[in-house]
């Protein structure tokens, strides 16, 4: 069962386009470096599954175990 993905984005567009979701680091830094039309200009990061951005602490996790209740 994947718990994390790797996010591979577009740095510069407005809204970080995301260009790949892999399950592991090296599939998404691959992508990331044969990604010619956006030549330093992209990204790639782990999101654990169940994450979301949260302006309060940055962050929230979610799933089975999980002691976040909002």
């Known amino acids: 069962m994947v718990k994390v993905v790797w996010i591979v984005q577009h740095d510069e567009s407005p809204h970080n386009t995301i260009l790949g979701v892999f399950a592991t680091q090296d599939e998404a830094q691959s992508f990331a470096e044969g990604v010619e039309e956006f030549k330093d200009a992209v990204l790639y990061a782990r999101y654990d599954i ?15 175990g999980s002691t976040n209740t909002d």
Do not use: A, I, N, S
Request: aromatic share 14%; glycine share 26%; net charge positive.
């Open 50 to 64: 169940g994450y979301r951005c949260d302006r309060g602490p940055g962050h929230v996790t979610f799933g089975p």
